[in-house]
């Protein structure tokens, strides 16, 4: 037999959920791609699960539960291991995002993240990654979209670039169900969505969010040019994005406008 890497519980909730994982496992007699070939993945995902080294979709987690008569186990533990497991860089962004009353989005080249639906999110995720890697980000990405279902769900105020809405990923079906999922966005009293047009006289050079948290500074996120990004909480750096935002915003479409143009686009899609 090989090397059993020991899970400690207590050290976190992705340890916490790959411990147990493992034990209800070990209980029912089944190897990893026996549970594998249970939840349609592959031995090698169950493996880096039962590690903590990939959290487990959440799919898979209701049917951890359904295969191991469990009342919703899995399910709960699920968002708040994947968020543990996120990229070492965004965990700090997720803290702040997770805590905001209000946000301020710029993203030049894709719809953002709180605003995807799954199999645009899939779509745009694929390229270069591995599969299970996939869906790792994916669940993180759909995870994020929880603070906008909270009782009082935080302010947003998003400005997308033309490029952004047109730029055509995963074909025509995903493309349309991902530009209806702004218009219903748009419908909701605490969701801005503008359009920057693409003859807008504005230099686009990276993406970036402003966080507002009650009772706390301002911080900002933005996008780094060799990938992922930086949390930034120095005064005189958020307050130069807040300059910059409100450049840009200027030059947008009015909501309504914006409404049309994004009408426009998914009926020729």
């Not at 952004?164 to 969505?193: C, F, H, S, W, Y």
Request: overall charge negative; some cysteine; glycine content about 6%.
């Amino acid at each position: 037999m090989g090397y059993r890497r020991e899970m400690d519980p207590t050290t976190s909730v992705a340890a916490l959920f790959a411990y147990k994982l493992r034990k209800y496992r070990d209980a029912n007699g089944w190897t990893q791609d026996a549970l594998a070939d249970r939840v349609g993945c592959t031995g090698d995902l169950i493996s880096k699960i039962e590690t903590a080294k990939r959290s487990a979709t959440t799919a898979m987690s209701g049917d951890f539960d359904r295969l191991f008569a469990l009342d919703g186990y899995f399910a709960e533990l699920q968002p708040l291991a994947a968020r543990e497991l996120a990229l070492g860089w965004f965990r700090p962004f997720l803290e702040a995002e997770g805590t905001a009353s209000s946000m301020h989005i710029f993203e030049p080249t894709v719809i953002t993240g709180l605003l995807q639906d799954e199999a645009y999110a899939r779509a745009m995720l694929t390229a270069g990654n591995h599969p299970d890697k996939v869906d790792q980000l994916v669940a993180t990405r759909m995870e994020r979209q929880e603070i906008l279902r909270r009782d009082e769900p935080p302010w947003l105020v998003i400005l997308l670039s033309e490029y952004a809405i047109r730029r055509k990923i995963g074909g025509p079906e995903v493309m349309r169900a991902q530009l209806q999922r702004l218009l219903d966005a748009m419908k909701e009293p605490n969701i801005t969505i503008q359009i920057l047009p693409e003859d807008a006289q504005i230099y686009l050079n990276g993406s970036f969010t402003l966080l507002s948290c009650d009772g706390r500074k301002d911080v900002a996120y933005a996008e780094t040019p060799i990938g992922g990004g930086d949390l930034i909480d120095q005064p005189r750096l958020v307050n130069a994005l807040k300059v910059r935002f409100d450049l840009i915003r200027s030059a947008a479409l009015p909501a309504t406008e914006s409404e049309k143009l994004i009408r426009t686009i998914m009926e020729s899609v």
